[in-house]
């Protein structure tokens, strides 16, 4: 056994809720964007951190990995209260889907790609470069953690994508048809920015321009809220903003800028 593996868990029992397709959001993001780091890998391994007193998003998880990209994908499901490891065991399907206790560590894995949900919003804001720096540090050559989080039923949501360097991306979503406003989406904001969502941060300007370009898209609300949502991020790239990806993933409510993003 690697002896990493045999290590004290590093990090705190989150609360632990969670609800069926709660991450469905970020889910399908990682199908479309991690694709090729998954299909290409020598070991598909994939480390679920943190997925609460229920199995049921590892579950999903590994099921829309295995069906979109590789049914050979691995996913292992990590947690440090051994309480929650036995209880997630009658959902185990190994080898493709297993259970295991372990925090930041990693367990001693080498996975290809992390996913980390709704955990480092329970810690201070201080301690998240250490726990990035801790995960990247374990992940396979080339590997990434996708660290973030949302609310209880997955309506809105944000999250980074991290390699060994550091953030890559902020990608902030939400689902149309039962958004009121973008500025909702600050309440979820990552722990490493939800603190930075004053004026003069460009996390807070980012938001503020998105919102004025939802308000000044209300016309398009007669075509229905993708878009509203299409010609609001729209406006964001015209205006400046260095938004990515296209418009086949704006049309699923979401909004991908590089990391750091600078002011237009």
Avoid at 38 to 49: F, K, N, Q, Y
Avoid at 211 to 223: E, G, I, L, V
Avoid at 228 to 251: C, D, F, K, S, Y
Wanted: aromatic share 6%; with cysteine.
């Amino acid at each position: 056994m690697n002896p990493a593996a045999r290590r004290r868990p590093l990090g705190v029992v989150t609360r632990g809720t969670t609800n069926p397709n709660r991450l469905r959001r970020v889910d399908n993001w990682i199908v479309a964007t991690c694709a090729d780091l998954l299909s290409t890998a020598d070991d598909p391994l994939v480390v679920d951190l943190g997925y609460g007193a229920n199995p049921v998003t590892a579950v999903e998880l590994r099921a829309r990995l295995a069906a979109k990209v590789r049914p050979d994908v691995r996913l292992v499901g990590l947690e440090i209260d051994p309480a929650r490891v036995a209880a997630a065991a009658s959902a185990a399907d190994p080898p493709g889907l297993t259970f295991a206790r372990g925090g930041f560590e990693l367990a001693g894995l080498r996975p290809v790609l992390v996913r980390a949900f709704n955990v480092l919003r329970q810690y201070d804001e201080s301690e998240v470069p250490d726990a990035w720096r801790t995960m990247t540090a374990a992940l396979a050559p080339g590997g990434v953690l996708v660290e973030g989080t949302c609310d209880e039923l997955g309506r809105l949501a944000s999250w980074l994508l991290i390699d060994a360097d550091g953030p890559r991306t902020l990608t902030l979503a939400a689902k149309l048809t039962t958004l009121g406003s973008p500025a909702e989406l600050a309440e979820r904001l990552p722990k490493a920015l939800i603190h930075h969502n004053v004026p003069g941060e460009p996390v807070h300007a980012l938001i503020r321009a998105l919102d004025d370009a939802w308000q000044a898209a209300a016309p398009y609300a007669t075509f229905g809220p993708r878009q509203r949502w299409l010609r609001a991020v729209t406006h964001l790239r015209e205006t400046g903003w260095p938004i990515l990806n296209n418009p086949t993933r704006w049309r699923q409510g979401e909004l991908t800028l590089p990391w750091p993003h600078p002011h237009p």
